[in-house]
């Protein structure tokens, strides 16, 4: 046998990239199985445009790895993601080339790369309620714990839900029903997406995790090339779907928000739209409490912001207690309310 002209081209080895994303995600391989732990730091992943990139430029250097052969998206601690980084979302205001880089760019590929880039079996897998899920969603299956409630929180804030989890709610939930959740900012329970086909197990607290690498290894048992082969037949309907709709939605939510910027109307929350971290000061509120998961009216939606203020002030007398106690940059004393 001959030599070849050229070798192939040396990719960099697990642990080279898993240090490249230490910042946004822990990264573990066993036998083939990877864990990725969404974080920020050493704590939450604080959703921010540096977040936002990183999650796609992750999946597409997992998709070049063929020792990855099966991939659990999860996140750090009991919940998904609750936080918001108040200053992470300053080069959107960077026209025209960043704010375009991030919303038709970035917007697309954290959603495309789940699909069209990953070729082996994936496994969503929820610990808690949290917001910016299409990354557990877009999986081939998702499990998440009793406790989790979610919700497309755009409209609330004026913005149009463009960014591919409206789009997942008419897919998984149904046109009317999707259309519902989405242009209104309901949140929807555990028992909802397994009822609707969001979630494929409801499990308990401290337990998705585990349920999570149960099925991996029982993936593990067939041969490589089938459960790849399987894994694709699975992607198709997302596939078509995406290649449909994801580029106007995604178009659609960068429009509005120009249209606002050039109106001069974006920005706190008493703007036509309010920008990421206007949007984001009310997390920790809509989780602790159950306001989102009644039907919403224009009264809700404009008393949001002063709601959380109340429950902030509550938790720093000591009155109740914030089950979300990381460290985070969305407290109080980074806004003015």
């Known amino acids: 046998m001959g030599k070849p002209m050229a070798d192939y081209v040396k990719l960099p080895e697990f642990d080279e990239y898993k240090e490249w994303f230490r910042d946004f995600a822990d990264l573990k391989r066993e036998d083939g199985i990877v864990q990725v732990t ?13 977040s936002h990139r990183a999650m796609s430029q992750l999946t597409r250097w997992l998709s070049l790895d063929f020792k990855n052969e099966i991939i659990i998206y999860t996140h750090i601690g009991d919940n998904w993601m609750i936080e918001s980084d108040a200053n992470g979302w300053e080069t959107y205001s960077e026209l025209p080339t960043q704010r375009f880089q991030h919303q ?17 079996p994936t496994i969503g897998a929820i610990p808690g309620p949290g917001f910016h899920w299409d990354s557990a969603m877009l999986c081939d299956i998702t499990l998440c714990s009793e406790d989790t ?12 839900p463009g960014d591919g989890m409206g789009l997942m709610c008419q897919h998984y939930f149904g046109t009317k029903r999707g259309n519902y959740y989405m242009m209104t900012s309901r949140q929807f329970t555990a028992r909802q997406m397994l009822e609707w086909g969001m979630v494929n197990e409801v499990l308990p607290k401290g337990k998705v ?54 109106a001069g109307d974006l920005g706190d929350e008493h703007s036509a739209q309010q920008d990421e971290k206007y949007i984001s000061r009310v997390n920790d509120w809509r989780y602790a409490t159950r306001d989102m998961e009644e039907p919403q009216t224009a009264e809700s939606w404009r008393t949001m912001p002063l709601k959380a203020a109340e429950w902030w002030k509550k938790v720093e007398a000591g009155e109740i207690e914030n089950p979300y106690v990381f460290e985070h940059s969305n407290e109080p004393e980074d806004y003015e309310f």
Not at 38 to 50: A, C, E, F, V
Not at 149 to 160: D, F
Not at 215 to 229: D, F, G, H, V
Not at 231 to 260: F, M, W
């Open 38 to 50: 969404w974080k920020t730091l050493d704590g939450p992943m604080h959703h921010s445009g540096m």
């Open 104 to 120: 038709y760019f970035d917007d697309t590929n954290l959603i495309k790369n789940m699909v069209f880039d990953l070729d082996v």
């Open 149 to 160: 409630k979610m919700e497309v929180p755009h409209a609330q804030g004026g913005l149009v």
């Open 209 to 262: 995790l585990e349920r999570a690498w149960e099925i991996a290894r029982m993936w593990k048992t067939m041969p490589y090339e089938n459960r790849t082969i399987m894994s694709n037949l699975a992607k198709r309907p997302l596939k078509k779907l995406l290649v449909e709709d994801l580029k106007l939605h995604t178009v659609s939510e960068q429009y509005g928000s120009l249209l606002r910027i050039a």
